[in-house]
């Protein structure tokens, strides 16, 4: 199967060594179901790479964009990743978790003052600072409460990974941070090394998501302590850290490549090492931010089937008790998945349709064209594979349909690490 915690066994799909049908008996369906032991593993594949190959100052993030709840960070802290948030409803999760904010990155290319505020009076490790009026209204911050904020600036290297439009963030007309190429960067740098408050450890870059392409770390580091050269020796001012980023692949399918995180770590670690001795510059401790192939495969999502329509002469429709409110990456993106019919994972799939949800739009649909078992009805348990990335946290309450639990599988024990949404929690703020 496409993830190695996935099997089969008589006929029933098996996650994280436990079986989909007795998870959706027990607490019900929709579900999402998270793999604790996989999370584990993905972050040991980094922090293992990244030490033995950067160095001991290197150091993994994990992108909670890509999937934010409190036992997550508990779990990867646990694991000794630092985290990237973008929000203060991240940061606050982290915190209430007990995670070391030290160790918090706190992105967004529009942080408001209370943003700001609440980043620098939780003790925010570190801002990745993405345009001028956010390094100003840090400076300021920093000066009223009498600190010095560390900050890296989000620099735009100039690639384009043809990757999906809304996932390529680093091509010169990004919304996100300074282009080097047109002197933004440059003078930006220039900026901060006159304010008393902040404190420019160095730089970072994020160029897109879902990539394969192995050699697109080494281009964006390439021009990267390219840059950290130029402003050596422009400003005379010499960067600590270099933060490359996250967006490594995973598969959602069989037609995805299966990636070596090692060895491509290994292949960008050589490359820094190699350049920054040809361009005369000390080596910065490197970070990255996977947030996608620490969670992604760590995630299935559990439904039970509601209605098979036939259109005759037309298309097939099986239509599940979710959809885009916890699922809205087809919508968006138009993302691939492998469905599984959980309890009837043997059977021959002959049946072609669309697998569709149950909110009031056309476009709600979970994946087009995909093969059931002839035999697909009414209460049947659909797995929905490689959804604990950017499912959970793109959830949405559209319909007024509650959000999904989120269900934890250890080995031979599962727990709610996140429980369902009432019809009360729905109505909770209304006035
Ligand atoms: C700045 C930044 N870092 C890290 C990530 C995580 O990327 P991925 O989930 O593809 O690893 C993202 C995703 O959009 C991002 O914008």
């Not at 973008?86 to 706190?106: L, R």
């Not at 090492?273 to 931010?289: D, G, H, T, Y």
């Not at 934890?408 to 929690?425: F, H, S, W």
């Amino acid at each position: 199967m496409i993830c190695s915690n996935l099997e089969i066994k008589d006929g029933v799909l098996f996650f994280g060594g436990r079986s989909t049908v007795e998870l959706a008996n027990k607490y019900g369906t929709p579900i999402y179901v998270m793999d604790e032991k996989t999370v584990r593993k993905n972050c040991r594949t980094y922090l293992d790479a990244m030490r033995k190959y950067f160095g001991e100052n290197a150091k993994p993030f994990y992108a909670s964009k890509a999937c934010s709840f409190k036992k997550i960070y508990n779990i990867v802290g646990s694991e000794g990743m630092g985290v990237d948030v973008v929000s203060v409803g991240e940061i606050y999760t982290a915190k209430v978790a007990g995670y070391d904010m030290k160790n918090v990155c706190f992105h967004s290319n529009s942080k408001n003052d209370y943003d700001i505020e609440f980043a620098i009076d939780n003790g925010v490790g570190c801002f990745v600072v993405d345009n001028i009026e956010e390094l100003e209204a840090i400076d300021n911050f920093a000066a009223q409460k009498g600190i010095k904020q560390k900050i890296l600036f989000r620099i735009t290297p100039g690639i384009d990974t043809h990757t999906y439009e809304a996932v390529n963030t680093g091509k010169v007309d990004s919304k996100f941070g300074f282009p080097i190429e047109t002197g933004a960067a440059m003078e930006i740098t220039k900026i901060a090394l006159t304010k008393k408050n902040i404190d420019l450890a160095g730089f970072h870059c994020h160029v897109g998501s879902q990539l394969f392409d192995s050699d697109v770390f080494v281009r964006s580091a390439e021009i990267m302590l390219k840059f950290i050269a130029d402003v050596k020796n422009t400003l005379g001012y010499e960067a600590k850290e270099l933060d490359l980023g996250g967006g490594y692949g995973v598969r959602y399918t069989e037609k995805d490549p299966v990636l070596n995180i090692e060895e491509n770590i290994k292949q960008v670690a050589e490359y820094v090492k190699k350049l920054c001795k040809e361009l005369n510059i000390n080596e910065p401790a490197i970070s990255m931010e996977p947030g996608r192939s620490i969670v992604a495969d760590a995630g299935i999502t559990l439904y039970k089937v509601g209605n098979v329509k036939r259109i005759e002469g037309y298309k097939n429709y099986v239509a599940i008790d979710g959809g885009m409110g916890d699922n809205p990456r087809y919508a968006l993106y138009e993302s691939e998945y492998t469905v599984v019919a959980a309890d009837k994972s043997d059977e021959e799939c002959n049946f072609t349709c669309d697998l569709v949800g149950r909110f009031c739009e056309s476009g709600d649909i979970i994946q087009p064209s995909i093969k059931l078992p002839e035999s697909v009805k009414r209460g049947d348990i659909i797995a929905v594979l490689t959804t604990g990335a950017y499912n959970y946290s793109m959830a949405s309450n559209y319909n007024r349909i509650p959000k999904l639990p989120v269900i934890m599988v250890n080995g031979e024990e599962d727990y709610v690490a996140v429980k369902g949404e009432t019809l009360e929690d729905i109505i909770r703020n209304d006035m």
